[in-house]
């Protein structure tokens, strides 16, 4: 069965910074493209970035210069680590496997003063 767990999250005040992992079991994300996305209160689910198999990254116009994805196949596992964060950054993240759209539960992240 393929999984993936979501931790991480947390609460903390505007400027601050969180690492939240994604790790997968039951499957070798080696050769996967993995994502990030976030759900706000009341809004849709939308796009944060992406990690090819190479390392390769692209970002959404929201994370660029503030969040990084990296990956390390050895521990089967992403992370997101989040930079200057904004009130606005609060919302529950989720990892998926792009091409099988498998997604984790999710971790809430909270930006609060």
């Known amino acids: 069965q393929v999984q993936l767990v979501e931790s991480g999250g947390g609460l903390v005040q505007p400027g601050g910074s969180l690492r939240l992992s994604c790790a997968a079991s039951?499957?070798?994300?080696?050769?996967?493209?993995l994502e990030w996305y976030r759900q706000a209160p009341g809004k849709g689910r939308e796009w944060v970035g992406i990690?090819?198999?190479?390392?390769?990254?692209s970002y959404a116009d929201l994370a660029k210069g503030r969040f990084t994805i990296a990956r390390d196949n050895a521990k089967n596992t992403i992370t997101l680590q989040m930079n200057n964060l904004e009130i606005e950054d609060t919302a529950v993240y989720y990892c998926?496997?792009?091409?099988?759209?498998?997604w984790g539960q999710g971790t809430q992240v909270t930006v609060s003063s």
């Open positions: 998926k496997i792009r091409v099988k759209g498998i």
């Open positions: 039951g499957i070798s994300i080696s050769h996967q493209s």
């Open positions: 990690i090819g198999v190479d390392g390769d990254t």
